[in-house]
């Protein structure tokens, strides 16, 4: 069955540090696909990223990079010189090609502090 | 409409009652989905439908909780009798086609509390 952690449950950091998110995942799919989602207080998912499990080339997105290592099933997420507009609740989720649905981890809470 | 529309954002009804929440997907996207995230928990999986067709239902908690899509756009979430542990926001999201190799976009959610 698939499974995603989030083990950090709350984050705080100071404006301008750098913060990482992680998320390890299970699945006995070859082929699946791993997102992460910001959901800020309005309560709308916002889509951040998908990647599919044959690309573990990292990606860098502004202040934002994710770290895919398939070796340890780890798919972490890394905001650069945060700003308080991050604060919000970070999802990582699996997508499987045996199905539709996402499985998601229990989120992240990142609070940004000025 | 731009995004993933779901109304009503806001519901409080009695417990007893029934309720329905709609959603409207992206236009032109076939896949939609039916998540609930309760408080302080994680998203919650309830169903989705390709087309008008639900392949995958197994998610709904109860046999008071169906939906249906007609016209292969707007869809509707209904309990029956609600319970006050069906309060939670419920999240409609829409995707071009069925398959996690899809981007699935979310609504901003209907808040549900049963009182």
């Known amino acids: 069955a698939q499974k995603v952690t989030q083990a950090q449950t709350e984050i705080s950091v100071v404006e301008k540090e750098d913060v990482t998110l992680d998320c390890v995942y299970e699945t006995r799919d070859t082929t699946y696909y791993l997102f992460w989602y910001k959901q800020p207080p309005s309560g709308e998912l916002v889509f951040l990223i998908r990647?599919?499990?044959?690309?573990?080339q990292n990606e860098i997105s502004g202040r934002y990079s994710w770290n895919f290592q398939k070796s340890t099933s780890s798919f972490n997420f890394t905001i650069t010189a945060s700003q308080v507009v991050d604060s919000a609740v970070y999802f990582c989720a699996l997508g499987e090609t045996s199905g539709s649905r996402l499985t998601f981890g229990e989120g992240t809470q990142l609070t940004v502090n000025p | 409409g731009a995004g993933v529309s779901q109304s009503p954002s806001n519901k409080v009804t009695e417990k007893g009652k029934d309720v329905e929440l709609r959603c409207d997907p992206i236009s032109g996207h076939t896949a939609l989905y039916w998540y609930r995230q309760s408080l302080g928990q994680g998203l919650e999986f309830l169903i989705y439908f390709q087309g008008n067709s639900a392949p995958d239902k197994s998610g709904l908690p109860s046999d008071r909780f169906s939906a249906e899509r007609t016209g292969g756009s707007v869809s509707t979430l209904t309990i029956q009798r609600t319970q006050q542990e069906d309060s939670a926001v419920y999240l409609c999201?829409?995707?071009?086609?069925?398959?996690?190799?899809?981007?699935?976009?979310f609504g901003e959610g209907s808040w549900l509390t049963v009182v």
């Open positions: 990647r599919n499990s044959f690309d573990e």
């Open positions: 999201a829409s995707s071009l086609m069925e398959g996690a190799g899809n981007t699935i976009y």
